[in-house]
């Protein structure tokens, strides 16, 4: 389905990546990635299945459980996981948290979820996906662990302006969609930072059943395997993220070798140093 042009004020239609006009210069229109989820044919498909999720939850009786369900995602951060070794080199050379595609990540041709990842990317955010840092929506402060051990919180303020969610990994929908899709992704499957609250009722709503405990939103949110295909809703940040954008970082053990158990201290010390705060743990909750 074709999405909306976008006009600058001057009337110029802006690409999908423009983040300037190229007739007046003017910059003050939203990023291209929150442009995108701003769309009327996006935010329209997103309000249907918001409100089809409370009309099936009345008829399940789960509405308090939905609205508990509301109350999370609104508090929900975006997390990005990666191993020891990465944060330690990004801590050591003061880097800024960089794209997949910006920090040299090679595809390996071997591994089938890394050879479909810039085909999907492309196709969910055409023209600008390689200036996307990924992260995942949680309700625990934990990231997908499958991307490491170490689960950093950017601080909602500094993204929330340029910060959108995605139903799914891209690589997962993708795989989904019928050949009428395979140009441009399905419209109802994003939303901006602001309501990332109604994206996650609009795709969790079915999986709570009146025995549904609270305590176990979280897994709802991020499904705590270690694998490659785990499900979450990913945050796409537009642009570099700094460290000082990030309010806490847990490392966890559970799944660590001794390289990684070995520089530990050094990370922790280093993260005190720049007054962010940290925890370790043994294993995941
Ligand atoms: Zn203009």
């Known amino acids: 389905m074709a999405i909306t042009i976008y006009r ?6 802006l690409a999908l990546d ?6 007046c210069g003017r910059k003050d229109f939203p990023l291209p990635n929150v ?10 498909a997103l309000k249907a299945r918001y409100k089809s999720a409370y009309a099936a939850s009345r008829d399940q009786g789960t509405t308090r459980l939905l609205a508990a ?8 951060k975006a997390v990005k996981a990666m191993g020891i070794a990465t944060l330690h080199v990004n801590l050591l050379n003061k880097d800024l948290i960089k794209s997949f595609y910006r920090r040299g990540s090679r595809i390996n ?4 979820h ?12 055409p023209g600008y996906h390689h200036l996307l840092v990924q992260a995942a929506l949680s309700a625990n402060e934990l990231g997908c662990r499958w991307y490491g051990s170490c689960h950093l919180v950017f601080r909602s303020e500094s993204i929330a302006s340029r910060a959108s969610v995605f139903w799914e990994n891209p690589r997962t929908l993708f795989a989904k969609v019928s ?4 140009l441009s992704a399905p419209p109802g499957h994003r939303a901006t930072w602001e309501n990332r609250s109604r994206l996650a009722i609009a795709k969790l709503h079915d999986r709570i059943q009146a025995d549904t405990r609270c305590e176990s939103f979280s897994a709802l949110f991020i499904e705590p395997r270690i694998d490659p295909t785990s499900d979450f809703i990913e945050v796409q940040i537009y642009g570099d993220v700094a460290i000082s954008a990030v309010e806490k970082i847990t490392i966890c053990k559970e799944t660590m070798d001794d ?4 520089s530990i201290d050094v990370v922790v010390r280093k993260l005190a140093g720049l007054k962010i705060e940290s925890q370790v743990i043994d294993a995941y909750p």
Do not use: F, H, V, Y
């Open 114 to 125: 890394s050879l479909s990842r810039e085909t999907s990317d492309t196709w969910a955010n």
């Open 259 to 262: 390289t990684d158990l070995e």
């Open 69 to 76: 369900l509301l109350k999370t995602a609104s508090g929900s």
């Open 35 to 44: 442009r995108r989820a701003l769309d009327p044919i996006e935010t329209g």
């Open 8 to 13: 600058c004020e001057c009337k110029q239609e």
């Open 18 to 23: 423009d983040t300037m006009c190229p007739a």
């Open 179 to 182: 050949s009428n899709d395979a």
């Open 109 to 112: 041709t071997q591994d089938p």
